[in-house]
């Protein structure tokens, strides 16, 4: 029998079944076992916030699945979902620490554009369970350019994006309202407790029936007198029995009082006298306090002086987390002339409440402006306080809240005498088992990221 040729043997690559036909192998290719890998990092991450993960039952169409909304806790499912392009690869383009980039393809980018229904890009690394994602659309609603920028501390898919990508769908998807997610958070406030108030109240009757009047008979003694003159009295927490005040006072007239008789009195008009003398004992108390806080009457703010005009005052402090330094007075330059424009002074507007029975301090964090010397106000000083309210977001605010709140908290010094007619505790938090994410608020907004970390929580 004649053997074969070499064009009649079988190629390797084939294979001969039962009936005498030939047949090519099916191959299964490394990116298309990526691909699976990549969808099933998905699909753990999804299940592990509580949401519902449902891959497609068709490829190559630029959707790999999408993701409905459900409180964890209750186990209801929303209606709401979002959309997902998995994109599995080998290797990040452009890592750095901070982050990579991804390309996509426009016909994908196209195909995007078209869904009445959030779309978020999820690039994964199976080698490393490394998984990151993006909405397709920037937070104002626009298409994002074909290369995306993924920030790992910021874009990785884990518990941590669950209320991302709920308060994606309220916002993006049509007609969506959204739900709240069980999620612990602790609110921080910006009311302060008074701990203590003055022991006693001193009242007599005085020559002196102004403030003014009573300014000027004390200039140019080294005298503390925190006081409210009304109706030809004065009424203080210093013991007008003492001889030093009796050129103040009728010393035969004076009475006192415990103080609860006018904290806590319904009265509005003995509550508003008290206030007035908590105002007078406060600026006494800042003005003593680290940074020596000053009160400005035409703003009706305190704020930091500058130590020496054209130069930064600096204000260290026990933070929460850790030693802190901040920067309570800033000089302002012309970056194009390079000569000194002025000065932003940190500052806060502070009022007494009394709620139920108790007094707090509300504290809001401000800054005011003063020219080159320091000490007059800035003719900017009104487009310059517009410019860093738009700026500052929840974490800069906060850390302002966390300074001043240490300002009226000071450690301890075992070679001062801290001010005995008041003090104060650390602000008013509150714990709630549903929260709002910041990050979706302020998505885009790194200054909000990096600003002030003090407090680590939220404020309202």
């Not at 390797?12 to 192998?25: E, N, S, T, V, Y």
């Not at 006072?249 to 004076?254: A, E, I, L, S």
């Not at 908290?409 to 801290?418: H, K, N, R, V």
Request: aromatic content about 10%; glycine content about 8%; overall charge positive.
């Amino acid at each position: 029998m004649a053997q074969p040729t070499v064009s009649e043997q079988q190629p390797a690559h084939k294979f001969i079944w039962g009936d005498g036909k030939r047949m090519l192998g099916k191959k299964l290719t490394d990116q298309q076992l990526l691909g699976e890998q990549g969808t099933s990092l998905i699909s753990l991450a999804v299940s592990k916030m509580g949401y519902v993960w449902r891959p497609t039952s068709q490829h190559d169409t630029g959707i790999d699945g999408e993701i409905e909304i459900r409180d964890p806790a209750s186990g209801v499912v929303s209606g709401l979902s979002l959309k997902v392009q998995s994109k599995a690869v080998s290797n990040f383009e452009g890592e750095t620490e901070e982050g990579f980039d991804y390309r996509a393809q426009q016909r994908d980018v196209d195909y995007w554009q078209q869904h009445n229904v959030p779309v978020i890009l999820i690039v994964s690394r199976p080698p490393t369970n490394e998984v990151y994602w993006l909405p397709v659309r920037d937070p104002s609603g626009q298409l994002r350019e074909r290369k995306f920028h993924f920030v790992k501390s910021r874009d990785r898919l884990d518990d941590s994006a669950a209320l991302g990508l709920a308060e994606l769908v309220r916002t993006q998807a049509q007609g969506a309202r959204g739900i709240a997610l069980r999620r612990r958070e602790r609110l921080v406030s910006n009311l302060i407790p008074v701990k203590s108030l003055p022991s006693r109240l001193f009242l007599a009757e005085t020559p002196h029936h102004q403030p003014k009047a009573m300014g000027q008979a004390l200039k140019g003694r080294e005298l503390t007198f925190e006081n409210v003159v009304r109706s030809k009295q004065v009424l203080t927490v210093r013991d007008l029995t003492d001889p030093q005040y009796s050129f103040l006072c009728d010393r035969g007239t004076v009475e006192d009082f415990p103080t609860e008789q006018w904290s806590a009195s319904n009265n509005p008009v003995v509550q508003r006298e008290f206030v007035w003398l908590l105002n007078s004992c406060l600026r006494q108390f800042l003005r003593t306090s680290p940074g020596r806080v000053l009160f400005d009457k035409k703003s009706n703010v305190y704020f930091f002086p500058a130590q020496v005009a054209g130069s930064p005052t600096m204000l260290s402090y026990q933070g929460q987390k850790k030693l802190t330094a901040r920067e309570v007075v800033k000089v302002l330059m012309n970056k194009k002339k390079g000569h000194l424009m002025g000065h932003r002074h940190s500052a806060m507007n502070a009022q007494f409440a009394k709620y139920g029975d108790a007094w707090y301090l509300e504290v809001s964090p401000t800054y005011i402006f003063t020219g080159p010397d320091a000490i007059k106000p800035s003719k900017y000083a009104a487009e310059w306080t517009t410019g860093i309210k738009r700026f500052e977001r929840n974490n800069a605010v906060l850390g302002q809240l966390g300074m001043w709140a240490e300002v009226l908290s000071p450690a301890t010094d075992l070679f001062a005498e801290p001010y005995p007619h008041l003090s104060f505790g650390a602000p008013l938090t509150f714990q709630l088992d549903r929260g709002l994410d910041d990050a979706a608020w302020t998505a885009g907004d790194e200054e909000a990221a990096l600003a002030g970390n003090e407090l680590p929580l939220g404020l309202f």
